[in-house]
């Protein structure tokens, strides 16, 4: 059995090596060296070219190396039938609540205005902001969603959470569905994007959004580029309505160098690090989804097509 590697952004030659202990038998082909097409039954893969997946015949299953599918939603020659998991890996669900943590908590914490109080050698004590006041509004409350609403809450912050359908989450106020959507960023001071990229999630932070949120609110996005609108986002922020924001994920990655966001003394940008995917820690839930593959067995995580996540 062959498995493809298809990935510009991961080293291959690690996750072979993981790959090897857990499955001594697979043969793993590196992409674009995938020799007899016939022979690829599995792929593994992050951003593959669009159409790529569909010319191979024997294809019996597709793991994606992220968690986020929306590359493999934007391919319309995607192999029917043949099943695709995404990748629910703890560690980067451990990842990704750190960098919402560290997020919100240099906004909450007022680490910009300290650092110009070092630049002027400024001694000034401001009053410390009061956490059980402050209302996180998570939107997403999957994998990487509940379990920042968790964590946020446990340093003590009021936390509200939107999905699609209703959940009950210990001391998260669950608001759910368009009709919800209002109730819930009316209130929220601080804006946590973490939905999957879809067609009824894409640009969801736009300028109705943005000023349906409070003034002086924050927008962290650590889901996908395409949720902002970013022209958007920066008007919001240079009126003066958002006071900042936490952008991990663009609409274009590498974010170009002339991008205004690069240089906003208002926002703070990441070059999509909240979660790495680890093959040290990966590797052997790829193995057991490849192993029930080759057994006839439905892959954990399976991802649903039609529903976009
Ligand atoms: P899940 O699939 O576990 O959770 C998705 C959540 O979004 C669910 O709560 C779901 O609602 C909700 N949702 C989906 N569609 C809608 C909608 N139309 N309206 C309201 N809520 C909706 O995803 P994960 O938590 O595992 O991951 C989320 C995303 O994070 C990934 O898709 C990926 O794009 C991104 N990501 C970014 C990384 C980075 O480094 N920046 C790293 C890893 C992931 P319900 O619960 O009701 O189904
Ligand atoms: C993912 C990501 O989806 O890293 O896993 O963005």
Redesign the pocket.
């Known amino acids: 059995m062959a498995l493809l590697f298809i990935s510009e952004n991961d080293d291959p030659s690690v996750w072979k090596a993981e790959l090897a202990k857990a499955i001594p038998e697979l043969e793993v082909r590196i992409w674009p060296d995938s020799g007899d097409a016939g022979d690829i039954e599995y792929a593994l893969a992050w951003n593959p070219p669009l159409g790529l997946l569909a010319s191979f015949p024997k294809l019996r299953f597709i793991q994606a190396l992220?968690?986020?599918?929306?590359h493999f939603l934007a391919d319309s020659d995607m192999p029917e039938n043949v099943p695709l998991a995404?990748l629910?890996d703890p560690d980067?669900?451990r990842?990704?609540t750190e960098?919402v943590i560290h997020a919100v908590l240099r906004f909450h914490r007022q680490a910009a205005l300290y650092a110009r109080h070092q630049g002027a050698r400024l001694w000034h004590q401001e009053a410390i902001p009061d956490t059980r006041k402050a209302t996180i509004g998570i939107?997403?409350?999957?994998?990487?969603?509940?379990?920042a609403a968790a964590n946020l809450d446990a340093i003590g912050f009021r936390v509200r959470?939107?999905?699609?359908?209703?959940?009950e989450l210990a001391n998260i106020e669950s608001f759910?569905?368009?009709n919800g959507?209002e109730d819930f960023i009316s209130e929220t001071q601080f804006l946590v994007?973490?939905?999957?990229?879809?067609e009824?999630?894409a640009d969801?932070i736009n300028k109705d959004t943005l000023a349906l949120l409070p003034e002086g609110a924050y927008v962290i996005?650590?889901?996908?580029g395409d949720h902002v609108v970013e022209g958007d986002l920066l008007n919001a922020i240079n009126s003066g309505h958002i006071a900042g924001a936490a952008l991990?994920?663009f609409r274009t990655e590498p974010l170009a160098p002339d991008h205004p966001f690069w240089a906003h003394p208002n926002i703070h940008v990441t070059p999509?690090?909240?979660?790495?995917?680890n093959p040290l820690t990966a590797a052997r839930l790829v193995a057991k989804n490849i192993q029930r593959a080759a057994a006839g067995q439905p892959p954990d995580n399976l991802v649903d097509l039609r529903?976009?996540?």
């Open positions: 992220g968690m986020g599918i929306d995404r629910v980067m669900v990842q990704m960098f939107m997403g409350l999957g994998m990487l969603g509940a379990d959470g939107w999905s699609r359908r209703p959940h759910h569905g368009r959507f994007c973490l939905l999957p990229l879809n009824s999630t969801i996005n650590a889901a996908r991990d994920v999509h690090v909240a979660a790495l995917t529903r976009g996540y």
